[in-house]
Every structure is written in C-alpha cells, then in structure tokens.
C-alpha cells in the first residue's frame, strides 16, 4: 500500500516539475522576444531619438554620437589603387613640403630636405564623412582620416657645426579631420568654383625620429628642434583656418583664404586652489595661452614664487581667424627651474561665446587633459576677462586695450623710431590719452556671510584696497549681522585704469583684533567700458556669502607732451 501511494506522490511531483519547467520556459522566451523587440528599438533609433531619451550628459564616457557615416567602399577602392597614388603623390607632396620645411628650420640647423620620401604600402583609411551645415554659398565635406603607415621618409639634416644626418621618421600614427569646402557654386561644370581642403582637427599625430646608423641623442637639441619644425609647420601651413585654394574654374577666389577677423583681449587675472605639485613649499605657477599653438602665437605670464592662489593681472593680444571655430587654450604650469616644467591642469574656451564689444569675466575650471572633459579632481580655477573686438565694424565700440589709445605720443614715437614734433604729431597727441580717472566704489550691502563667532553672528566691515598703489578706505563695522548694509561710497584717483585692481575684503571686528573672513577681486576693464554697474559678488575664500557693490568711472585723460 504504502508503494502505492509513494509511486502515486512520485508521479504527481514529477507532473507538476514538468509543467513548473514547462512554464517558466515561455515566460523567459516572452521576455527575450520582448528584449528583442526592445533591442531592435533601439538599433532604429537616430542620434536625436537617444538624445531625447536621455541626456547626453549622463551617458558614460566611452559612448560617443557621431553624424559621420561610413565610407568602406572608399576604402576599399583606396587600397587597390594606393601604389599608384604613392607614386604620384610622393613627388607633390615632397616639392610642397619642402620650403615649408625650410621656412620653419630652426636656427641650430643650416638645411633640411627631403633624401627619400614614399609613403608606404599602407593606405589612409576614411572612418566618417560628415556634412557640415551653413548658411554660406557653398558645399562643406568633413572627412575623418586613421592613417597608421609605414612611409619611408629620411632627412637630410645638416646643423651648424656642419655635422650631416640622415634621419629617418618613422612609427608614424595620424587622426585628423579634414575639411572640404566647394564654394562658390555656379551654374558650369562642375559647378563650383574652387576647392578650399584645411586639416580641420588634429586628433593624434605621432611619429618617431631615428639617425639611420646612429642616435639622435648624441647631438643636444636637434631632436626637440626638429619635432618642433614639423608640429609647427603643419599647425601653420594646413591646420584649420588656415586653408589651401584650389581654382577649378577661372576667377578672383581671394575672399576664400585666411583673413583676420579680429584681436582677442585677454587679462589674465588669478587662479585658486592649484594642485600643488611640489614636495616642500608650494608650486610656482605660470600660465600658457594661445589659439594657435604655434611658438610665435603662444603668450607666456609670469611665474608667481610659493603660491597656490597666484594673482597675475596680466594683459595678452591674440588675433582671431575664425570667431566661430577657434579656442582659448591655457595651460598652467609649475615652474620647476632648469627641469621641464609640470602641467597643473588646463582649459579651454570657445570663442563663438563672447559677444562683440562686450568684456566677459570667467571661471574655467582647470582639467588634466583637454580631451578628457570629464575630470572629477579639484586641479583648481582661473579667472579671466575676455574682449572680442572685430575688425571693420562700426558699432560705436572701442577696444580700451587699443595702442591708439593706452600709449603716449612719446611712447608711440620711440616704438616706431620715426616721428617728429610737426602739426600731425601734434595732432595725434591730442588724440592720445592715458586710461586715468576716478573710481567711485559704493559697497552696498552682503548677504549670508558665514558666523564669525561663538553666538553665530558677525561684526563684519569691508576694506578696499587699490593694488598698485596701496590705497586704503574701510566701511563701518555693523554689529551682529550676516546680512550688513552699509551704503558708503568712497573714490580712489587711478593712474593706470586697464593695469590696476580693486581687492575688497571683509573682516570681523573682534575686541582684540579681526578676523578674515573672505575678498573679491575685480579689475577696472568692465567699468571702464561700462562707465559705471552694479553687481552681486561671490566672496572668495568663504564657506558663503555675496558682497554687492556699484561701482562708477570718471574719465580724467591726461595728455602728455612728447
């Protein structure tokens, strides 16, 4: 009996494991149809569809939209035909690169040419075409090119001490994207005018230099010297604005290459909270900037000894190519004497941001690397003041920083090493003033400053303090109060206006003593421009708190005699 009802339990459990199993098994494949029509979704989504859902902002660092498609069967078709173009495009490129060469050779070198130059049997590859949309009468291609090529390229280098090397540059690794532009169209074959082709974006270029039978290393400099002729000579002749015209048809296609279209106004104001990179003491910053990383466009302040919050106020000039495309870049730096400097961070700007005539005060936070935009360490900030100023446009503004207008009659004659006291010297004396006046400086007010004492109160007063020469006024001391009034206006007479800077400090006022409790710093370029403007300021080196203040100009020119 007892098998019985053991072999009837059995086959009752075994039933119901089977349509337990059974079960489960067309629950999980709905999921996976569902998964699947999930994934397939998403493979029919566009950019701008993944864009909507999520974004772009909280996607990892690894994924990346591209709108460039794909070109493999440009590749494909470049590689059959690749030694043929070695051929012909060996002896072009090697008798259009050469006096470039030469006029970039540095002064340790008495000529650079090319012994041999193929460019190998690996071809480029093209991993994306892409079309740049605009409102201008032509047709703009980018081209996405990965070239990791085994060219063989030697050159014949002869220095100054009459030493002749044969070097050879190998291992080289290229990604850029180049930039086609079929402007302007007409209405004849094949209906554009020219071709304008720029290296729009140099993402990677890597190679290595080797004296054939030798070392390079055994001759000081020669190396670096030549790295750095061909870094810049690519920068200069090809790297974006800059472009190569190519007419197709007959016609005047001047208005299609490079022209300036403005200068940049850079004050370089200070930096907090740099990383410090030094074992004893604190770092010596300086800082690098450029829009163009060529050796003769690069600006180069002053290094501030022991100072992880370094106050420059320093006025740089760049001029502008191309507004809607190009960068600040900066680069700071800590001075470690004859060893090579360490980077600190860096940062950089877009320009397509500044508005004409209009002086933009910034934060930039400083990264590690430029290509990495997602850099969670506090490397510290700058502080800058931008100005943009077009040329050729009459909108009734004028640049401060202007040579016509910050130099003397004297200083512009000595510049010039011409000139003489006759009627048109004269006049230009009178056209020529210096940037000094009065600043009026109301401190209106503060709002959340943080607790200073025991009870969780402040006895807070402001000191103003002009940098260059000292001058000192301070408010009065408002008792218990993190949100004081004070209302007082005080003037100080500014000799140097765009050269000068007004420090503001709060303090507590103890019985025996007072305590720091924050600062602003602020240069004079906005006012200048503004003529006067109030404003809400964060206060630096506090938990909390903003300091308002109004802040006016009185012009006083004063004329000097040459």
Known sequence: MSFVVGLIIGITLGFALIAAFVRSERARSKRRVALATVVAA?????????????????????????????LTWLNSHLTKIWPHVDEAASELIKANVEPILEQYRPIVLSSLTFSRLTLGTVAPQFTGVSVIEDESDGITLELEVNWDGNPSIILDVKTRLGVSLPVQVKN??????????????????PCFGAVSFSLREKKKMDFTLKVVGGDISAIPGVADALESTIHDAVEDSITWPVRKVIPILPGDYSDLELKPMGTLEVKLVQAQNLTNKDFIGKSDPFAKLY???????????????????????EHFEFVVDDISTQHLTLKVYDDDGLNSSELIGCVQYKLSQLDPGKVKDVWLKLVKDLEIHRDNKDRGKVHLELLYCPYGVGNGFTNPFSKSLSMTSLERVLEDGSGSEDGDVVNLKKRTVIIRGVLSVTVISAEDLPPADFMGKADPFVVLTMKKTGTKN?????????????????????????????IVEVWDHDTFGKDFM????????????????KESFQIEEAKSGKLTLNLKWLAQPLYRNS
């Not at 998403?42 to 591209?66: G, H, I, Q």
């Not at 302040?301 to 919050?309: E, F, G, P, Y």
């Not at 301070?474 to 007004?502: A, C, S, Y």
């Open 291 to 313: 829009i163009r990383p060529l050796r003769s466009g690069t600006k180069t302040s002053k290094v501030i000894d022991n100072d992880l919050n370094p106050v420059w106020n």
């Open 474 to 502: 301070k408010t009065r001391v408002v008792n218990e109060n993190l949100n004081p009034i004070w209302n007082q206006t005080f003037d100080f007479v500014v000799e140097d206006g765009l050269h000068d800077m007004l």
């Open 42 to 70: 998403f493979a029919r989504m566009t950019r701008e569809d993944s864009t909507k859902l999520l974004a772009p902002e909280y996607y990892p660092s690894w994924v990346v939209f591209s709108q460039r498609q794909k």
């Open 518 to 533: 924050g600062k602003c710093i602020l240069t004079l370029t906005r006012v200048i421009l503004e003529g006067e403007y």
């Open 172 to 189: 080289i690794a290229f990604t850029g994207v180049f930039r086609l532009i079929f402007k302007p169209l007409v209405n004849v074959f």
